[in-house]
């Protein structure tokens, strides 16, 4: 963590080397975070590098209200949702379940999950953010409630009702057949 001093000797450095500090010190990490919205490596990167772009760009904006960490991951997290919001990533993700669904299961097998995967996939996808988000750290990166709750910087009671409200939305989609918890 920066203490203020810390913080004002890196925001007076020239753009590219605050560039090259938040890449040394917050890179894995933030990596990390967009990885557990996108579940893909190359995706990750390219976000990753859209992210440091911005920060460029935008560094001068940065008004000290928030903890300079807390101002990045921010950055990211909203990239990560432009992300997910956007039709290239619906089909990518769509492809990418088809593939994993297809190792050592009969044909007949492959083509049923394939589709309870697309369904489940596109339920989740047409969730509003807020809940689409919970589901995919809880279900798919199995984040416990205090680190989605840390993560997406709101209190724990919010991500479980966004939790609940989101798995029943879910069921409502998908006609309560494949949710049971």
Not at 56 to 61: A, D, F, L, R
Not at 131 to 154: A, C, D, G, P, Q
């Given at each position: 963590m920066?203490?203020?001093?810390?913080?004002?000797d890196?925001l007076?450095?020239?753009?590219?080397?605050?560039?090259?500090y938040v890449?040394d010190q917050f890179?894995e990490?933030?990596?990390r975070?967009?990885f557990?919205?996108v579940k893909?490596?190359?995706?990750?990167?390219?976000?990753?590098?859209e992210?440091l772009?911005?920060?460029y760009?935008?560094?001068?904006?940065?008004?000290g209200?928030s903890?300079f960490e807390?101002?990045?991951?921010?950055?990211a997290?909203?990239?990560?949702?432009?992300?997910?919001r956007?039709?290239i990533h619906?089909?990518?993700?769509h492809?990418e379940?088809?593939?994993?669904?297809?190792?050592?299961?009969s044909?007949e097998?492959?083509?049923?999950?394939?589709?309870?995967?697309?369904d489940i996939?596109?339920a989740?996808?047409s969730l509003?953010?807020?809940?689409?988000?919970?589901?995919?750290?809880?279900?798919y990166?199995?984040f416990?409630?205090?680190e989605?709750s840390?993560t997406l910087k709101?209190?724990?009671s919010?991500?479980?009702?966004?939790l609940?409200?989101?798995?029943k939305?879910i069921?409502?989609?998908?006609?309560?057949?494949y949710?049971?918890k």
């Amino acid at each position: 963590m920066l203490d203020a001093e810390q913080l004002d000797d890196v925001l007076s450095k020239s753009r590219k080397e605050i560039i090259e500090y938040v890449y040394d010190q917050f890179g894995e990490q933030i990596k990390r975070v967009i990885f557990t919205y996108v579940k893909n490596h190359a995706q990750t990167d390219d976000i990753f590098q859209e992210f440091l772009i911005t920060v460029y760009h935008k560094i001068n904006t940065y008004k000290g209200k928030s903890k300079f960490e807390t101002w990045l991951y921010r950055i990211a997290v909203n990239k990560c949702k432009d992300y997910l919001r956007s039709p290239i990533h619906r089909l990518f993700k769509h492809n990418e379940q088809l593939e994993e669904s297809r190792i050592d299961l009969s044909p007949e097998n492959k083509v049923y999950l394939a589709e309870i995967e697309i369904d489940i996939v596109e339920a989740i996808l047409s969730l509003p953010v807020k809940y689409r988000e919970v589901i995919v750290l809880r279900f798919y990166k199995t984040f416990s409630i205090k680190e989605i709750s840390e993560t997406l910087k709101v209190k724990e009671s919010t991500v479980k009702t966004r939790l609940s409200r989101g798995k029943k939305k879910i069921q409502l989609i998908l006609g309560g057949d494949y949710i049971e918890k």
